[in-house]
């Protein structure tokens, strides 16, 4: 319920602050007095568009702030959500800056626009003239359906299955096109693959070749070099080993005269050994390298065979060439199995659909349920509102394909005089009918919904007399269950409200301002009186103006 509202700089507001009650409050005021300045602030912190041209002449900023009690509304939920400690009492606020942008708050807690709505979606509904147009909109009349019926579960499971059915219809789709591409290109592929696939292509493979083949090409000075090095570590008179031998066998000889921390002769023995190795590897490596032609031509002809598909290809790697490979081999897969993978999804959609049918017939059922209810209860209401001849149909027919809200078209039916059938409601009805039939649609909703406020801008455009009086009784009954705010021109509404809030323009300074005050019980009987016959009202005025709200 909305406790209080406060209003800093906007429009011709300076400083205004209201408290609210339960029940049925009412707002009036002259036409131009600004009581569409005190809505538009209200749907400030209702996430409505913000714009700086709002903000009051010379002032740095526009606040609106509006305190809710939520303690009867289950919201815990979204505060832990959001990560907003928890009160009972709830605090929105919503600053305008001049450079036009806003800043939106939950609890003193920054916040951002979508989750300030989300909020306030739950706690208050403002029902303005424009609203009413929507009645004959059949996406507001199906929602409508399922407010008065409660299909939120319904709605949610059938919503998953639709979901998950887009999903494989577009994965269907998708594979479809990529199989019928791929079947053109059928011929190119199986050629680059087979070309690709029959070079047996193996990682490294390319290094490898290229050391081999430089290897080869420098067979002959590798060969003279190694033998040049076996002779002098081998040669038999002046080699290496037989020089360092004949060291090794003079040191042993004098070695028992030298310190034994030298160790000479042990240390030239272990080279001893070290030069034999080399020399064996040397030996070994000599008899790999020798010139072989045919393995030349062999490691030429495959290297070529790599360069001109890298070229061919556009890539500088084996490894990318053999992607290249897996890549043709999965389009060839693709084709060859297009029939098996098509047939599959083609199975998941069935059983989807078999789903997604179950789920909308529970809903059809639904909201074929509530229709002799729903014609009944509007149809009593609406000759309550001087209206005993009108006749309300729910018509609800099947669609030829699934929708995003199940399988029904919902549309409402209308006839307010005798011998018409009821037809679209966009097709017959006058502004009066509209705003009293929109009345009633609230009023099932609202019963339906737990929503603790709902504001009407003047819900009692083309009404008068007896039906205003109508229209405010059944206002008042709304008020019972929730907090009802109506900003109203009728004194037969005003007099019905449990408390009475009255806009003005004090033009007493310097400038224009709106204000608001709630009035007093003699001040309700001159505020209604003047309703009735204008400014300065006469003594049959005030006494009709009591006499409505004794009534």
Request: charged residues 25%; contains cysteine.
């Amino acid at each position: 319920m909305l406790h209080r509202l406060e209003i800093q700089n906007y429009a011709l507001i300076e400083q205004l602050s209201i408290d609210f009650h339960a029940g049925l409050s009412v707002i009036t005021g002259q036409t131009g007095a600004g009581k569409s300045i005190v809505l538009g602030a209200l749907g400030l912190v209702l996430g409505q568009r913000a714009d700086a041209k709002v903000i009051l002449s010379d002032a740095g900023k526009c606040v609106v702030e509006a305190v809710f009690d939520i303690s009867k509304n289950d919201l815990k939920s979204f505060f832990e959500e959001v990560e907003i400690d928890y009160f009972d009492e709830c605090i929105v606020r919503r600053e305008i800056l001049q450079n036009g942008k806003s800043r939106s708050f939950i609890n003193d807690v920054p916040v951002n626009l979508q989750q300030l709505k989300e909020l306030t979606s739950q706690l208050i509904d403002i029902h303005s003239q424009h609203e009413s147009l929507l009645l004959g909109n059949n996406n507001f009349q199906l929602n409508t359906v399922d407010l008065v019926t409660q299909t939120a579960e319904e709605l949610e499971t059938y919503k998953r299955y639709f979901i998950d059915y887009q999903h494989k219809q577009q994965q269907l789709k998708t594979i479809q096109e990529q199989a019928e591409k791929t079947f053109e290109e059928k011929d190119y592929a199986q050629f680059q693959f087979e070309q690709l696939s029959s070079a047996k292509l193996t990682e490294n493979e390319q290094t490898e070749l290229e050391n081999e083949l430089n290897l080869i090409n420098h067979s002959q000075e590798i060969n003279e070099g190694l033998t040049t090095i076996s002779t002098i570590i081998s040669s038999e008179q002046f080699g290496v080993l037989n020089q360092v031998n004949s060291v090794l066998n003079t040191l042993r000889k004098i070695e028992k005269y030298l310190p034994d921390e030298q160790n000479f002769s042990e240390r030239l023995a272990l080279s001893m050994i070290e030069i034999k190795d080399i020399n064996s590897e040397i030996e070994s490596l000599l008899s790999q390298t020798e010139f072989n032609v045919e393995r030349k031509t062999f490691v030429e002809e495959r290297l070529n065979t790599i360069y001109s598909l890298e070229q061919k290809h556009r890539v500088f790697t084996i490894s990318e060439l053999i992607d290249l490979q897996n890549e043709f081999q999965k389009k060839l897969f693709l084709i060859e199995n297009f029939d098996e993978e098509t047939l599959k999804l083609k199975r998941g959609i069935a059983e989807i659909e078999d789903n997604l049918n179950i789920a909308a017939q529970k809903l059809s059922q639904k909201r074929i349920s509530i229709q002799k209810t729903v014609k009944e209860q509007v149809e009593d209401m609406l000759s309550l509102l001087g209206m005993p001849n009108a006749k309300f149909e729910v018509a609800v027919s099947e669609l030829e394909n699934f929708s995003s809200n199940g399988k029904d078209r919902i549309e409402f039916l209308f006839s307010a005089n005798k011998n018409r059938e009821p037809q679209g409601i966009s097709q017959i009805a006058s502004g009066g009918e509209i705003s009293r039939l929109m009345l009633v649609i609230k009023s099932l909703v609202l019963a339906s919904a737990n929503l603790p406020t709902i504001i009407f801008d003047e819900i009692d455009t083309g009404v008068s007399g007896e039906i205003a009086k109508k229209t405010g009784e059944i206002l008042k009954q709304m008020g019972e269950n929730m907090q009802v705010i109506a900003i109203t021109h009728l004194p037969q509404i005003a007099a019905k409200g449990k408390t009475h809030y009255k806009v003005y323009k004090d033009e007493s300074g310097i400038s224009t301002k709106t204000n608001i005050i709630q009035l007093s019980e003699n001040e309700r009987i001159d505020e209604i009186a003047q309703m009735i016959s204008g400014k300065n009202p006469s003594e049959t005025a005030i006494n009709s103006a009591k006499e409505l709200l004794r009534n």
